[in-house]
């Protein structure tokens, strides 16, 4: 049963522009997300989070989404670098644990 | 990704054989937890440990896996008679406190022939 959703398993951007990456959840427990970046050959770093009492988190040119009454989340880069190509996944917990909920991932391109 | 070593990087196994990995967390974190990579899919969670104990294994198959985070030494995580399904990225993760951002290892790809 996968409780995190990710459609659209890859994007395309032109460097410069924005990427906007999408996760969709069932869970109605889930109060914590988070997003990771994951390149080839190496395991998932964390990009930024958000508690379920925010609607917006920004840093840098990160910025996550949250509307709970749609049970969707989205992370926008902008502006997108050449760097950010990776594969991006969402993560839920319940009262912020850290046994996370996966989506399968999107892969990102940014095109120099 | 720097801190939590994994190894080994690779893994190649046959069948009804076992396989140990290993993980030591970063310097002064004593949570850890193992998540499993299957192929195009996103990683799922496994066990749970701080040192000496199983906080919560409810993501691990009963039969054949079993995870330990020693009072001394790294994490291992032991699947004993291996199958092909078994074959997979396992990534083990440590934080310094129970709900702080995880830092991951870079995994083992554990194939199974």
Request: hydrophobic share 35%; with cysteine.
């Amino acid at each position: 049963d996968q409780q995190v959703k990710q459609n659209s398993p890859s994007l395309s951007v032109q460097e410069g522009r924005i990427s906007i990456l999408n996760c969709d959840y069932t869970n109605s427990m889930f109060d914590y997300f988070l997003w990771y970046k994951k390149y080839p050959a190496e395991g998932p770093t964390f990009l930024i989070s958000i508690s379920s009492i925010k609607d917006k988190n920004e840093d840098g040119r990160f910025t996550v989404f949250l509307n709970k009454s749609a049970k969707h989340l989205s992370l926008h880069i902008v502006p997108s670098q050449p760097g950010d190509s990776a594969v991006y996944f969402c993560a839920a917990s319940a009262r912020g644990n850290n046994r996370l909920a996966f989506g399968k991932g999107n892969q990102v391109v940014v095109i120099p | 990704n720097a801190g939590v070593m994994q190894n080994p990087r690779h893994l190649v196994r046959r069948r009804g054989q076992e396989a140990r990995l290993r993980c030591s967390p970063m310097k002064g974190h004593s949570h850890v937890y193992w998540y499993r990579q299957l192929p195009e899919e996103g990683l799922k969670f496994m066990v749970y440990l701080q040192k000496e104990n199983i906080i919560d294994e409810s993501g691990m198959p009963k039969e054949r896996f079993s995870a330990e985070f020693p009072k001394e030494g790294p994490s291992i995580l032991r699947i004993q008679q291996v199958v092909r399904g078994d074959s997979a990225a396992y990534f083990c993760a440590s934080s310094d406190y129970g709900n702080s951002p995880l830092h991951f290892g870079n995994g083992t790809r554990l194939t199974v022939t």
